[in-house]
């Protein structure tokens, strides 16, 4: 089968013209988003080692340690390019943190998510550079120090 499109003089570059618009916009939206990191639960405890203990002493880690908190950074973690301006609010017994992050970040934009109570480990993973906003949704887990953590960056 073969479709043929007459067109009345004139009309053709106007429809193609129109035609090239519409497929990039389309093809723009139908585009799928670049997927959002979520921070692993916990980090298991054969991935912590000790090292240069004093002598004599032994090492032992008890337990994995599991996810305390997540926030948007300028920047890798190791440069604590913690951000200060954020929102937030109280959401059927959740914790909601809202960061805008439409201003310039020269380092990057990077995912911050810390372990133990104290959020002595981090692991951090960079995001893509047109994200605007980020909102952090967070419920204590059933672990001490533990949360449940959701992401949803736009």
Known sequence: MRLRIAFTKGLAPRFLAALGGFTAIAAHALAAPEPVPQCPQFIEQ??????????????????????????????????????????????????????????????????????GEGDQISLGMRLADNIKVCTFRQKKGPHVGENYIAINCQ
């Open 46 to 115: 054969q991935s912590v080692q000790l090292i240069n203990t004093p002598a004599g002493w032994t090492t032992f880690v008890h337990e994995p340690l599991y996810l305390h908190g997540a926030a948007p950074m300028s920047g890798p973690p190791k440069e604590l390019g913690e951000l200060a301006d954020y929102s937030e609010k109280r959401d059927k017994g959740a914790m909601v943190y809202t960061y805008k992050l439409d201003a310039p970040f020269p380092a990057g934009k990077w995912l911050s998510c810390t372990y």
